[in-house]
C-alpha cells in the first residue's frame, strides 16, 4: 500500500514575518523557508509506518513554486521514495490544494494520505479535511498515534477534553499533531542519497484542476503593537490590577 504525503512549503517558523509596505500580503523575498513543521512529522510517521510490510511507497507531494523541490528532497532525504511537484506559482487556497491533492489520489490510489493538521503560514487547518470529504475517503484529524492494522488505521486523537481512539476504514485521511513524533535529524548522506530518487513535476493543468482563487484579500496589516507588561510584586497586587485597572474581575 501506498502512503500519500503533502509537504508545503512555508515561511521557516524561526523567520519573523513583515507585511509589505503597500498592504498586499507578507513578505517573502529572500526569506528562508523550510517545510511546515507539522508536514515533517508527517513524512517521519509516514517513513517509520513503511517498516510495517504492507506500506511498499511513501509519495511525497507539493504543490507550489519550483523552490519548493527543495522540500520535496528534504522529505525524500527523511525518507520518502519518490516525490511529486504540482508546479504553480499561483496563489493557493486550501481548497485548490486539496483539489490537487484529490487528482493525485485518483492517480496514485494511495490507502493512507498522511498530512500536517495545518500550515503554520495561513493556518487555515482545512487542506485534509476539504481532501477526505473531495476523496470521499474516512478522516481522522489531530493524530497524536497511528496505528495500522489491514484495512485500518487506529488513531489517538488530540481532543480539548484530553485523548481519543478512534479506529477509521482505510482508505484514510489522518492529519498529524506536534506529539506524533520527533522527526529526525536528516543527515549529509540521506541528503546526498535523496538527490537520486525520482522527483516528478506535473502542474494543476495536467491534472486537469482548476486553481483559481475563491478569495480575494483585500489588505493584509501588521497586528497592533503590544504596550510593555509589568511585573508585579505579588499574587495579591495582581489581583487589585486586574480587579481596579483592568476591571476584568
Ligand atoms: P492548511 O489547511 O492550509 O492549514 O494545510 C494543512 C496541510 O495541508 C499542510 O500541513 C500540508 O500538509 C497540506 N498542504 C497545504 N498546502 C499545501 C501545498 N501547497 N502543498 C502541499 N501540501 C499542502
Known amino acids: ?85 504540482v508546479e504553480t506559482a499561483e496563489e493557493l487556497e486550501p481548497l485548490a490544494v486539496a483539489k490537487v491533492l484529490k487528482a493525485l489520489v485518483d492517480k496514485e490510489q494511495p490507502r493512507l494520505v498522511l498530512i500536517g493538521k495545518q500550515a503554520i503560514d495561513n493556518d487555515a487547518n482545512q487542506t485534509g479535511q476539504m481532501l477526505a470529504a ?53 543527515t549529509l548522506p540521506n541528503i546526498m542519497k535523496a538527490k537520486k530518487k525520482p522527483l516528478e513535476s506535473v502542474t494543476p493543468f495536467d491534472l486537469g484542476v482548476d486553481i483559481s482563487p475563491r478569495v480575494k484579500v483585500l489588505k493584509v496589516t501588521e497586528p497592533p503593537q503590544r504596550s510593555a507588561g509589568i511585573t508585579v510584586p505579588d499574587v495579591a497586587a495582581l489581583l487589585d490590577k486586574l480587579k481596579n485597572e483592568a476591571k476584568i474581575i
Not at 156 to 167: C, I, K, N
Open 1 to 85: 500500500m501506498k502512503i500519500l504525503v503533502p509537504v508545503k512549503r512555508v515561511i521557516d517558523k524561526d523567520v519573523k514575518v513583515h507585511v509589505k509596505s503597500d498592504g498586499s500580503g507578507v513578505d517573502t523575498a529572500n526569506i528562508k523557508h523550510s517545510m511546515n513543521p507539522f508536514d515533517e512529522i508527517a513524512v517521519e510517521e509516514a517513513v517509520r509506518l513503511r517498516e510495517n510490510d504492507a506500506v511498499t511507497e511513501v509519495i511525497a507531494v507539493s504543490v507550489g513554486v519550483v523552490q519548493a523541490q527543495e522540500t520535496l528532497r528534504t522529505a525524500l532525504a527523511i525518507g520518502a521514495d519518490r516525490a511529486i511537484l
Open 134 to 186: 473531495l476523496a470521499d475517503f474516512s478522516q481522522a484529524t489531530f493524530a497524536s498515534k497511528v496505528q495500522l492494522d489491514g484495512d485500518t488505521a487506529t488513531v489517538t486523537r488530540e481532543v480539548d477534553s484530553g485523548r481519543e481512539t478512534l479506529t477509521v476504514s482505510l482508505p484514510a485521511v489522518v492529519t498529524t499533531d506536534l506529539r506524533l513524533n520527533e522527526p529526525r535529524y536528516v
